[in-house]
């Protein structure tokens, strides 16, 4: 049976006292949030994380602080030490609490009184009674309270990223990309990647109109070109060139291609790749073309599929083969060599993928690094922490307290953005907020309230108002 821990009443200096279970058992509750951590947190390094983390903003306060909050919530009664606190503004919080779910949802504004509150209302009538569905009419939940609730809790989101990003002990990483809404606006989103705390936060920052053109001189004469060509093909019967087998060994060999090129885009995707990683993909697949050419070189097609069947009858192999190896030659070369451009002279250290395998000796004795690199390496904690962690910018962020020099050096390297990866997925989100029902909403806090991670601090929000119940019934 495991020994149970105990509360040492030094952890008030990181903001906690002791919660007690009806078993005995001691739990470390913050006083600032008022939640009860796991047993297994009374430790001061958990206590410690949980404030940097979850309150960056009283890190420094001191001993006094938070001796002064314990006492002002031991006074609040019985419930109140328990975790629950009763709403001095319930109808004002409710509102907000429930446009919070309206925004996640990105609905529009006027299903809240359209349609929320009426269900709320027919269920507490059926349910409750009449008394308590009276009290669900008060709660205000019209367009344009909606629409206020909703930019309130985008500054206070706003507030707290923007306090993360000046706390942080790292530099940080930008991801921005545009696309064109409903109304033909260009939409700029923007996303970090940034050291909250002991741990790697991606957090949405904004959505903003582009004033300017976006437009392309190169696009537009692309765009001609193709027109061109394809006003000069028109007249033409395309099922001929199925007829012709160079053609058609073309096709297959595009498609193959294609094939190998989109399982690399799928490999690029995702919010934790960090820039290590997709430059060994993309060099990965440089050495693949440089085989395959000498293959093909060889007429062996065994990497195209789909062209190999095309070419699994060797009497047609003869007529056209040798020019379409010195074709296919000439194109992966060309691929290759587009590739050189993305990750340029990108020199990585090799412990900031895996500090556990490399060799002690292979670095330079004059790197200041070294000493703590032996330590990290010797430890079998952080080996057994490194091969549970989901990335190895979550093992860095959590151990900069131990090594502050490596984990910076590390962290410059893995948060880097690789992709437009997160701006392209969270265009869906802009598609379904602005309609040509909604051409005009001004959808930055909208944006905001529904991709953030940071949740909206509503009690604060609700302390800083007046309650006014709704007059609509």
Same mark, same amino acid.
């Given at each position: ?11 008030i ?42 309150h ?12 002064s ?38 609905k ?9 509150k ?30 206020r609730?909703?930019?309130?809790m985008?500054?206070?989101?706003? /507030?707290q990223?923007?306090?993360? !990003? $000046? =706390?942080?002990?790292?530099?940080? @990483? ?7 809404? *409903? ?23 904004f ?26 093909e028109?007249g ?42 997709? /430059?060994?993909?993309i060099?990965? !697949? $440089? =050495?693949?073309l440089?085989?395959? @050419? ?6 062996s097609? *065994? ?10 009858d ?6 056209f ?106 265009f869906?989100?802009?598609?379904v ?16 309230v ?21 007059h609509?019934?």
């Amino acid at each position: 049976m495991s020994k149970k821990r105990k509360y040492d009443d030094s952890y008030i200096k990181w903001g906690f006292m002791k919660f007690v279970e009806k078993d005995g058992t001691e739990r470390p509750q913050c006083v600032l949030c008022y939640k009860v951590l796991a047993e297994a947190s009374m430790k001061p390094s958990k206590l410690k994380a949980h404030l940097a983390s979850t309150h960056p903003t009283h890190q420094n306060d001191s001993e006094d602080v938070f001796r002064s909050k314990k006492a002002r919530f031991m006074a609040k009664g019985s419930l109140t030490r328990h975790g629950f606190q009763p709403s001095t503004k319930p109808i004002l919080e409710a509102s907000y609490e429930v446009v919070l779910l309206i925004a996640k949802d990105k609905k529009a504004h006027t299903i809240g009184e359209t349609l929320v509150k009426p269900c709320a209302v027919v269920m507490a009538n059926l349910v409750c009674g009449p008394e308590e569905a009276k009290k669900l009419k008060s709660v205000p939940l019209c367009n344009n309270t909606i629409k206020r609730r909703i930019e309130d809790m985008s500054k206070d989101i706003v /507030a707290q990223v923007t306090q993360e !990003l $000046r =706390e942080s002990r790292c530099h940080f @990483s930008l991801q921005l990309d545009e696309s064109t809404d *409903v109304a033909s606006c260009s939409q700029l989103l923007v996303f970090a990647r940034y050291l909250a705390g002991f741990a790697v936060k991606e957090e949405f920052l904004f959505c903003s109109p582009l004033k300017t053109t976006t437009k392309s001189v190169d696009i537009m004469n692309i765009l001609r070109q193709e027109i061109e060509i394809f006003l000069r093909e028109k007249g033409n019967d395309l099922a001929d060139y199925f007829g012709d087998p160079v053609f058609v060994a073309r096709l297959a060999y595009i498609s193959d291609i294609f094939g190998h090129l989109n399982a690399l885009n799928i490999s690029l995707q995702g919010s934790s790749l960090t820039i290590v990683e997709a /430059a060994e993909r993309i060099n990965s !697949l $440089r =050495e693949k073309l440089r085989l395959w @050419s000498n293959c093909v070189e060889k007429r062996s097609f *065994v990497n195209f599929p789909e062209l190999a069947q095309i070419l699994v009858d060797d009497d047609a192999q003869n007529d056209f083969c040798s020019t379409l190896v010195v074709d296919i030659k000439g194109h992966l070369k060309s691929l290759s060599d587009s590739f050189d451009g993305y990750f340029p002279n990108l020199s990585v250290d090799p412990w900031i993928q895996d500090p556990f395998t490399i060799l002690i000796d292979d670095i330079d004795d004059d790197n200041e690094l070294k000493d703590d690199l032996i330590e990290l390496k010797a430890s079998g904690r952080l080996k057994m922490q490194f091969s549970t962690v989901a990335s190895p910018s979550e093992f860095w962020a959590s151990n900069y307290e131990a090594f502050p020099n490596l984990v910076a050096k590390a962290l410059r390297m893995t948060l880097s953005f690789v992709t437009t990866y997160l701006c392209e997925a969270r265009f869906s989100a802009l598609v379904v907020m602005k309609t040509k029902l909604r051409a005009r909403l001004d959808v930055g806090p909208d944006m905001r309230v529904a991709l953030s991670k940071t949740a909206p601090r509503i009690k604060r929000l609700v302390e800083e108002k007046q309650e006014h119940p709704s007059h609509r019934v």
